[in-house]
Protein backbone atom coordinates (compact mmCIF):
# COMPACT_ATOMS: atom_id res chain seq x y z
CA UNK A 1 0.00 0.00 0.00
CA UNK A 2 1.47 3.70 -0.37
CA UNK A 3 -1.57 5.95 -0.11
CA UNK A 4 -1.21 9.58 1.62
CA UNK A 5 -3.41 11.97 1.98
CA UNK A 6 -2.75 15.65 3.28
CA UNK A 7 -4.69 17.03 5.61
CA UNK A 8 -5.14 20.93 5.52
CA UNK A 9 -5.44 22.36 8.74
CA UNK A 10 -7.26 26.07 8.96
CA UNK A 11 -7.41 27.19 5.57
CA UNK A 12 -8.43 30.94 5.37
CA UNK A 13 -10.10 32.49 2.29
CA UNK A 14 -8.25 35.93 1.76
CA UNK A 15 -4.92 35.00 3.13
CA UNK A 16 -3.83 31.53 2.60
CA UNK A 17 -5.25 30.93 -1.03
CA UNK A 18 -1.91 30.42 -2.46
CA UNK A 19 0.04 28.79 -0.25
CA UNK A 20 -3.06 25.85 0.42
CA UNK A 21 -3.03 25.85 -3.49
CA UNK A 22 0.98 25.48 -3.66
CA UNK A 23 0.19 22.46 -0.98
CA UNK A 24 -2.27 20.29 -3.24
CA UNK A 25 0.28 20.99 -6.08
CA UNK A 26 2.71 19.75 -3.87
CA UNK A 27 1.06 16.87 -2.35
CA UNK A 28 -0.08 15.50 -6.06
CA UNK A 29 3.64 16.09 -7.85
CA UNK A 30 5.42 14.29 -5.15
CA UNK A 31 3.01 11.48 -4.92
CA UNK A 32 0.08 11.91 -2.50
CA UNK A 33 -2.80 10.42 -3.44
CA UNK A 34 -5.13 13.35 -2.47
CA UNK A 35 -5.54 16.85 -0.52
CA UNK A 36 -8.13 17.28 2.39
CA UNK A 37 -8.78 20.34 3.01
CA UNK A 38 -10.32 21.81 6.27
CA UNK A 39 -10.76 25.87 8.11
CA UNK A 40 -12.48 27.67 5.31
CA UNK A 41 -14.70 25.97 2.50
CA UNK A 42 -12.97 27.66 -0.81
CA UNK A 43 -14.56 26.70 -4.04
CA UNK A 44 -11.69 28.23 -6.03
CA UNK A 45 -8.50 26.39 -4.49
CA UNK A 46 -11.11 22.64 -5.28
CA UNK A 47 -11.79 24.23 -8.42
CA UNK A 48 -8.09 24.98 -9.31
CA UNK A 49 -6.82 21.69 -7.81
CA UNK A 50 -8.77 19.69 -10.03
CA UNK A 51 -8.24 21.65 -12.78
CA UNK A 52 -4.36 21.00 -12.62
CA UNK A 53 -5.53 17.22 -11.93
CA UNK A 54 -7.49 16.99 -14.91
CA UNK A 55 -5.62 18.83 -17.49
CA UNK A 56 -1.98 17.21 -15.74
CA UNK A 57 -3.53 13.78 -15.14
CA UNK A 58 -4.32 11.67 -11.43
CA UNK A 59 -5.10 10.22 -9.48
CA UNK A 60 -5.95 12.75 -7.15
CA UNK A 61 -8.60 13.38 -4.64
CA UNK A 62 -9.21 17.25 -3.87
CA UNK A 63 -11.98 17.72 -1.38
CA UNK A 64 -13.08 19.62 1.54
CA UNK A 65 -14.00 18.78 5.19
CA UNK A 66 -15.68 20.90 7.74
CA UNK A 67 -15.12 19.00 10.83
CA UNK A 68 -11.20 17.73 10.59
CA UNK A 69 -11.57 16.40 14.03
CA UNK A 70 -14.28 13.60 12.95
CA UNK A 71 -11.90 13.47 9.57
CA UNK A 72 -9.12 12.20 11.72
CA UNK A 73 -11.19 10.10 14.38
CA UNK A 74 -12.58 7.60 11.07
CA UNK A 75 -9.13 7.68 9.38
CA UNK A 76 -7.74 6.53 12.28
CA UNK A 77 -10.33 4.04 13.06
CA UNK A 78 -10.53 2.37 9.44
CA UNK A 79 -6.52 2.48 10.14
CA UNK A 80 -4.48 4.93 9.03
CA UNK A 81 -1.48 6.64 10.27
CA UNK A 82 -1.58 10.23 11.18
CA UNK A 83 1.98 11.92 10.83
CA UNK A 84 1.79 15.99 11.91
CA UNK A 85 3.99 18.25 10.29
CA UNK A 86 5.72 20.05 12.76
CA UNK A 87 8.81 22.15 13.80
CA UNK A 88 8.51 20.77 16.85
CA UNK A 89 8.72 17.06 16.43
CA UNK A 90 10.86 14.62 16.21
CA UNK A 91 13.71 15.06 13.16
CA UNK A 92 12.26 13.36 10.27
CA UNK A 93 15.40 10.77 9.23
CA UNK A 94 15.38 9.60 13.57
CA UNK A 95 11.98 7.98 12.55
CA UNK A 96 12.17 7.07 8.67
CA UNK A 97 12.94 4.01 8.76
CA UNK A 98 9.43 3.49 10.50
CA UNK A 99 7.70 5.67 8.48
CA UNK A 100 8.80 3.35 5.38
CA UNK A 101 7.39 0.20 7.25
CA UNK A 102 4.26 1.75 8.12
CA UNK A 103 3.46 3.22 5.09
CA UNK A 104 4.04 -0.24 3.00
CA UNK A 105 1.01 -1.31 5.32
CA UNK A 106 -1.32 1.29 6.35
CA UNK A 107 -2.84 4.46 4.68
CA UNK A 108 -1.02 7.68 6.06
CA UNK A 109 -2.34 10.76 6.58
CA UNK A 110 0.46 14.03 6.83
CA UNK A 111 -1.00 17.03 8.92
CA UNK A 112 0.06 20.13 8.16
CA UNK A 113 -1.14 23.58 9.44
CA UNK A 114 -1.07 27.07 8.38
CA UNK A 115 -2.08 29.65 11.74
CA UNK A 116 -1.43 28.19 14.90
CA UNK A 117 -2.20 23.83 15.68
CA UNK A 118 -4.58 22.97 18.16
CA UNK A 119 -3.19 20.75 20.81
CA UNK A 120 -5.13 17.95 19.90
CA UNK A 121 -3.09 17.53 16.52
CA UNK A 122 -0.24 17.09 18.86
CA UNK A 123 -2.13 14.09 20.62
CA UNK A 124 -4.35 12.80 18.15
CA UNK A 125 -0.76 12.43 15.56
CA UNK A 126 1.19 8.73 16.07
CA UNK A 127 4.12 10.40 15.17
CA UNK A 128 5.02 14.24 15.19
CA UNK A 129 7.37 15.18 12.92
CA UNK A 130 9.88 17.76 12.24
CA UNK A 131 12.06 18.69 9.10
CA UNK A 132 14.77 20.81 10.94
CA UNK A 133 13.51 22.47 14.27
CA UNK A 134 13.62 25.86 12.57
CA UNK A 135 10.22 27.65 11.52
CA UNK A 136 9.38 27.60 7.25
CA UNK A 137 6.75 26.44 5.53
CA UNK A 138 4.37 23.73 4.97
CA UNK A 139 4.80 23.96 1.37
CA UNK A 140 9.03 23.20 1.97
CA UNK A 141 7.92 20.75 4.69
CA UNK A 142 5.93 18.90 2.70
CA UNK A 143 8.18 18.53 -0.31
CA UNK A 144 10.92 17.52 1.91
CA UNK A 145 8.83 14.59 4.19
CA UNK A 146 7.28 12.91 0.87
CA UNK A 147 10.63 13.14 -1.16
CA UNK A 148 12.16 11.38 1.63
CA UNK A 149 9.36 9.15 2.26
CA UNK A 150 8.90 8.28 -1.06
CA UNK A 151 12.65 8.22 -1.91
CA UNK A 152 12.31 11.25 -4.63
CA UNK A 153 9.48 9.51 -6.52
CA UNK A 154 8.78 12.96 -7.74
CA UNK A 155 11.28 12.44 -10.34
CA UNK A 156 10.02 9.37 -11.87
CA UNK A 157 6.03 9.54 -10.99
CA UNK A 158 3.65 9.56 -13.85
CA UNK A 159 0.08 10.21 -14.31
CA UNK A 160 -2.83 8.54 -15.95
CA UNK A 161 -5.39 10.42 -18.23
CA UNK A 162 -3.26 13.57 -18.59
CA UNK A 163 -4.42 15.47 -21.37
CA UNK A 164 -0.89 17.43 -21.70
CA UNK A 165 2.87 15.99 -20.70
CA UNK A 166 6.13 17.92 -20.44
CA UNK A 167 8.84 16.51 -22.63
CA UNK A 168 11.87 17.69 -20.43
CA UNK A 169 14.37 19.40 -22.85
CA UNK A 170 17.72 21.77 -21.69
CA UNK A 171 16.38 25.05 -23.81
CA UNK A 172 12.84 25.20 -24.21
CA UNK A 173 9.57 24.50 -23.36
CA UNK A 174 7.95 21.43 -25.12
CA UNK A 175 4.65 20.05 -24.05
CA UNK A 176 2.72 16.97 -25.71
CA UNK A 177 -0.98 16.92 -25.92
CA UNK A 178 -2.77 13.99 -25.40
CA UNK A 179 -5.26 14.77 -28.40
CA UNK A 180 -2.40 15.48 -30.90
CA UNK A 181 -1.41 11.83 -31.05
CA UNK A 182 1.01 11.93 -34.04
CA UNK A 183 3.38 13.75 -31.78
CA UNK A 184 3.63 11.18 -29.51
CA UNK A 185 5.18 9.34 -32.75
CA UNK A 186 6.94 12.01 -33.86
CA UNK A 187 11.04 11.85 -32.78
CA UNK A 188 10.97 16.27 -32.94
CA UNK A 189 8.06 17.21 -30.56
CA UNK A 190 6.78 21.15 -31.53
CA UNK A 191 6.99 23.81 -28.95
CA UNK A 192 3.94 24.66 -27.20
CA UNK A 193 2.76 27.96 -25.53
CA UNK A 194 3.53 28.27 -21.79
CA UNK A 195 0.30 26.01 -19.67
N1 LIG B 1 2.84 28.98 14.07
C1 LIG B 1 2.25 27.72 13.76
C2 LIG B 1 2.26 26.81 14.99
O1 LIG B 1 2.72 27.22 16.02
O2 LIG B 1 1.80 25.68 14.88
C3 LIG B 1 2.95 27.06 12.56
C4 LIG B 1 2.85 27.87 11.31
S1 LIG B 1 3.82 27.24 9.94
C5 LIG B 1 3.92 28.60 8.86
C6 LIG B 1 2.65 26.27 9.06
C7 LIG B 1 2.95 24.82 9.02
O3 LIG B 1 4.18 24.56 8.38
C8 LIG B 1 3.06 24.11 10.34
O4 LIG B 1 1.82 23.87 10.93
C9 LIG B 1 3.78 22.84 9.94
O5 LIG B 1 2.87 21.88 9.43
C10 LIG B 1 4.69 23.32 8.82
N2 LIG B 1 6.08 23.54 9.28
C11 LIG B 1 6.72 24.72 9.41
N3 LIG B 1 7.98 24.53 9.83
C12 LIG B 1 8.14 23.20 9.95
C13 LIG B 1 9.24 22.37 10.33
N4 LIG B 1 10.43 22.87 10.68
N5 LIG B 1 9.06 21.02 10.34
C14 LIG B 1 7.87 20.48 9.99
N6 LIG B 1 6.81 21.22 9.61
C15 LIG B 1 6.94 22.55 9.60
Not at 3 to 9: D, G
Not at 43 to 58: A, F, H, M, N, P
Not at 84 to 104: C, D, I, K, Q, S
Request: cysteine-free; proline content about 5%; glycine content about 8%.
Amino acid sequence: MRRITVLRLSHRVGRDERVTTHVGLTARAFGASGIVISGDEDRDVIESLTRVTELWGGPFEVRYVKDWRGYLRSAKASGAYVVHLTMYGLPLPEVLGELRRVLAEREMVVVVGSSKVPREVYEVADANVSIGNQPHSEVAALAVFLDRLLDGLVFRISFSDAKVRVVPDPRRKVVLRRREKALAEDPKPSDDKLL
